[in-house]
């Protein structure tokens, strides 16, 4: 149980760099969850079956009475008291408590495979609306300075250096974010029913996500060797100990059972004659053993624990190789989304400085509002592909997370 306790540490760890909000969030639906729920008294339910198999056969007790007594020779035999007790074989209890634990610690990463799987959800839906958000920024600043343009180009118009058809244009351009707008509204209220809906609770309860999200410098310490403390990579390792605790089991059930007894006989007393130990109570100690000689039950449950085992070997090492490939895959895009936010940052400054070179001509008197229309959707092309790029590092890197930590 020590090992599987690290990898609930997932859950909070890798989200810590990005506030308490996601955390909190986190934490909320692993509490509201219902499945969670479940496998949770799945797992208490076979840790209180451990309990149950640590009991031994019950205690045999018989009374008879003789309708006719028998007479002996000190007596006749009135009634007859039996008890017993049936033992399993050494170790027997034991090896059904170590089989019924491997069960429970079976169901218990079962349960950690859920939570980690809803915090990856739950991350992947928090980075998306915070792209969302983002994105919502970026027009309302692209908005307001399509706003300066617009006083510009009218004031323009009115000095005789620029048409009417440039004050048309940054209008048009205005009514294109307008409609970007309405739709990244539409798409946040989406994300974000489906994001109360992982959380298990109303669809239109408002989700804080932050306003900044930046690509961090370095990129942590990748572990590929910590895919193979996955719980789902673990939960095969549990079953193939499950199986081999079955197998224990099998040949303990396998050995003989010992039992131990006492016959109890009241004997009345003879008036008749004077003789020795005449009326003496009959007290006969037993022992008893159960040798299970048709076995063929025992033979052939070994034989499919064998092939369980093989069966349980040959799916870890599928589902190893699957889970590999969607790391290779998630790190791949990982650093795909870093070079292009380096490229889109590289550009947008590059943007920024050639509007800066057309104010600056607008000064002199000659401006050309096409050119600013142009670079102004550029700047706004390259402020979302950033921020498109940043979403696609974080949730590939909570990808990266739920397979390795």
Request: proline share 3%; net charge neutral.
């Amino acid at each position: 149980m020590k090992q599987l306790s690290i990898i609930i540490i997932f859950l909070l760890t890798f989200h810590l760099t990005h506030g308490q909000e996601l955390q909190l969030y986190i934490q909320e639906a692993i509490r509201n969850n219902s499945e969670i729920q479940y496998f949770e008294l799945q797992y208490n339910l076979l840790k209180e079956k451990i309990n149950e198999d640590n009991t031994i056969p019950n205690t045999q007790v018989s009374v008879g009475y003789f309708i006719g007594e028998p007479e002996t020779r000190t007596g006749a035999q009135r009634a007859k008291f039996s008890i017993q007790q049936m033992l399993p074989w050494f170790g027997t209890i034991t090896a059904r408590e170590n089989y019924s634990t491997t069960i429970a610690e079976t169901a218990y990463v079962t349960s950690i495979t859920k939570k980690r799987k809803l915090a990856l959800s739950i991350s992947q839906s928090y980075y998306k609306l915070s792209a969302i958000h983002l994105k919502q920024n970026i027009l309302e600043e692209s908005s307001k300075l399509l706003q300066t343009y617009e006083k510009l180009a009218l004031t323009s118009v009115e000095v005789g250096k620029a048409t009417v058809v440039a004050v048309l244009q940054l209008q048009i351009r205005q009514n294109e974010l307008q409609q970007y707008k309405e739709i990244l509204k539409q798409d946040f209220l989406a994300e974000q029913a489906t994001f109360n809906t992982l959380l298990n609770r109303d669809l239109d309860i408002e989700v804080i996500v932050p306003n900044e999200l930046q690509i961090p410098v370095e990129d942590p310490i990748l572990n590929h060797e910590g895919i193979r403390l996955n719980p789902e990579v673990l939960k095969y390792d549990k079953v193939h100990e499950a199986i081999q605790q079955s197998e224990l089991l099998n040949q303990k059930e396998n050995a003989p059972q010992i039992g131990f007894g006492l016959d109890y006989i009241p004997v009345s007393q003879r008036s008749d004659v004077t003789i020795s130990d005449n009326g003496k109570d009959i007290i006969m100690p037993m022992v008893s053993l159960s040798i299970p000689i048709f076995n063929k039950k025992y033979n052939s449950r070994t034989r499919q624990n064998e092939l369980r085992k093989q069966q349980t070997t040959t799916q870890k090492e599928q589902h190893l190789d699957y889970l590999t490939s969607l790391l290779v895959k998630a790190v791949s895009m990982r650093n795909t989304a870093r070079i292009k936010n380096d490229i889109q940052e590289k550009n947008l400054k590059q943007a920024k400085n050639a509007e800066e070179i057309l104010m600056k001509r607008y000064e002199t008197g000659t401006i050309n509002f096409n050119d600013i229309l142009d670079i102004q959707e550029l700047q706004f092309k390259f402020q979302i592909n950033t921020i498109e790029s940043v979403q696609q590092y974080y949730t590939q890197a909570a990808i990266i997370n739920y397979l390795t930590n």
